[in-house]
């Protein structure tokens, strides 16, 4: 590789600040070993330790299909081939075309009525003793023994399955709101109090930022309850979307396609929360970035 | 040691003064059962700093969270400059024991806070703050957020919060008792310049007889169950003398000593 400007400049950086950089100032460094390499990057970054952590988990996968443990349970590399065909001949992206739709109207009417009810109940003891015990009831029910009346009711479309999303994860993120409203700092409170705040700025300049913690993890449960409402409805409710796949592949004795179905969604759920929980801390609450 | 201005009502001690800015009429507050405070009566004198001194239990918290506005009183009023208030108000700012700072704002937010809620314009209440925050030591934290801040700190932020209001009345609830000793003794001679820079009314709770003497004008001694003023002493401490020099004075430490003996009932 002939050497460039770019390059040099580039190497002085990695020397100047070479204690905070990561993997790929170490490797514009003279000496590194690969071994070394890989030694640092370890001791640096988070990401060495997810990425070992699925290593690990997939290995143990494959290894379990090479075995197998059981004649339905492929190889994880069967697994991800799965996927890229599925990928590529464009059934998995219209699965989730469909899969998609349900999920993400039921979550954004989960996550409006139940925060805006949640904060009520926090805020008002008559509108608590109103609405928790509908709410409690509902979360300790089993949902998915209510999916067939949804159906009775709803029909097979959009609405039934949009609706068995909201069952599931309305009541989590209400109560949570609700929790996260009593939970408030009292002192913030009486300190907005002692400045002459309105009621309105009370609520909105102390209330919800203290409370969007404890919101923001009721909205992380109540979108992976979501997650649960969409497949429950896609099972037993209609046969499309990502619950048609894998229920079309598993009654064809297809597993590698059944489990990339299911490995697929489990990941699309995992990032979701993750992507959630980043918006939170680099957006929402920027003191949290700092510690 | 002069003799304050004690007078007895329906056998309970009043204590009047002259140009009283706030004023404690009657005063009584129950929790169910519980007689957290009877009969106070009780004036604070415009311009100096008054202290309410008590073991724990005997109401001072309570006494001065009714005068904020922040605790109703179950019987008696509270006047300021004259009119009685039922609420909290703009002629009153107030200290937390736990600073009561917003994690999710820096410095200059949580300093600019009440004149925020007042809607006076960012750039307006921004120059209000930044002035507050140099007054206190803090010029260069502008933009940090509480929890990169020492204890010490954080109430240094919480105090340039109440003087960014511009208050005639600060009531301060036990301000530095969470806050190591080193920076106590700084913090109560940097509040002794303060309460001369800024010209303004102090009621100040603490449990630290030391730390009531060394910056008060007036202390007035409460006993607890139910919370009565038991006496008033006005320490006379000389606030030219330098702090080391103060606190070996020995009408300082008379004055010291006098409380304990006044106080030591009380402790187990």
């Known amino acids: ?291 | 040691m002069a003799n304050a201005a004690l007078s007895r009502t329906q056998g309970q001690l009043a204590v009047t003064c002259e140009d009283a800015i706030v004023q404690v009429r009657d005063i009584g507050k129950n929790y169910g059962d519980v007689e957290a405070l009877r009969g106070i009566n009780l004036e604070f004198q415009r311009g100096k700093l008054t202290t309410l001194l008590g073991p724990s239990g005997c109401g001072k918290t309570t006494l001065l969270k009714i005068i904020a506005g922040l605790v109703p009183a179950s019987s008696g009023e509270i006047c300021v400059n004259d009119k009685v208030v039922t609420g909290p108000g703009p002629e009153r700012a107030f200290v937390f024991q736990d600073f009561a700072l917003m994690p999710w704002a820096t410095v200059m937010r949580n300093v600019g806070f009440g004149l925020e809620l007042r809607g006076v314009p960012a750039i307006e209440r921004n120059r209000v703050a930044r002035r507050y925050i140099e007054q206190v030591g803090l010029a260069g934290f502008e933009e940090k957020y509480p929890h990169e801040l020492s204890g010490g700190m954080r109430q240094r932020v919480g105090i340039a919060r109440a003087f960014a209001v511009n208050a005639d009345v600060l009531l301060l609830d036990e301000p530095f008792s969470a806050v190591d000793e080193q920076n106590r003794r700084k913090f109560q001679e940097d509040l002794l310049r303060l309460v001369d820079l800024e010209k303004k009314t102090f009621i100040f709770v603490t449990h630290s007889i030391e730390e009531a003497v060394y910056v008060s004008d007036r202390i007035v001694l409460l006993s607890p169950r139910p919370g009565r003023i038991s006496q008033v002493i006005d320490p006379m401490i000389d606030r030219t003398a330098s702090p080391d020099d103060i606190r070996r004075d020995a009408g300082y430490l008379n004055t010291v000593e006098e409380i304990w003996q006044g106080l030591r009932q009380y402790a187990e």
Request: proline share 6%; hydrophobic share 55%.
């Open chain 1, 1 to 291: 590789m002939p050497s460039s400007p770019g390059r040099a400049r580039s190497r002085m950086q990695a020397i100047v600040s070479h204690t905070k950089l990561n993997d790929a100032a170490g490797a514009l460094k003279a000496p590194p070993t690969p071994g070394q390499a890989l030694q640092s990057f370890a001791e640096n970054r988070r990401s060495f330790w997810i990425i070992l952590s699925l290593a690990v988990l997939f290995a143990a996968w494959e290894i379990a299909g090479l075995v197998p443990i059981s004649f339905a349970f492929p190889k994880f590399s069967e697994t991800v081939l799965a996927f890229v065909e599925m990928v590529a001949d464009g059934t998995m992206i219209y699965a989730y075309f469909l899969t998609l739709q349900p999920l993400v109207l039921g979550v954004l009417i989960s996550a409006v009525v139940g925060i805006g009810l949640g904060i009520a109940m926090g805020l008002s003891n008559k509108i608590e003793w109103l609405l928790a015990p509908v709410f409690i009831v509902l979360q300790a029910a089993p949902m998915a023994a209510l999916v067939p009346l949804v159906t009775f009711i709803y029909g097979i479309g959009l609405t039934a399955k949009t609706l068995a999303v909201v069952m599931l994860a309305l009541p989590v993120i209400v109560l949570n709101s609700y929790k996260a409203v009593r939970h408030v700092n009292p002192s913030l409170v009486d300190m907005c109090r002692s400045f002459q705040g309105t009621r309105k700025q009370q609520i909105f300049k102390i209330i919800i930022p203290d409370a969007s913690p404890v919101l923001f993890a009721g909205l992380r449960l109540g979108i992976a309850a979501g997650f649960i409402g969409v497949m429950l409805a896609e099972l037993l409710i209609t046969p499309t979307g990502i619950g048609d796949l894998i229920t079309y592949h598993r009654s064809v004795a297809n597993y590698g396609h059944m489990y990339a179905s299911v490995a697929s969604i489990i990941a699309v759920s995992t990032l979701t929360l993750a992507g959630l929980q980043y918006f939170e801390t680099n957006v929402l609450r920027p003191e949290k970035r700092r510690k």
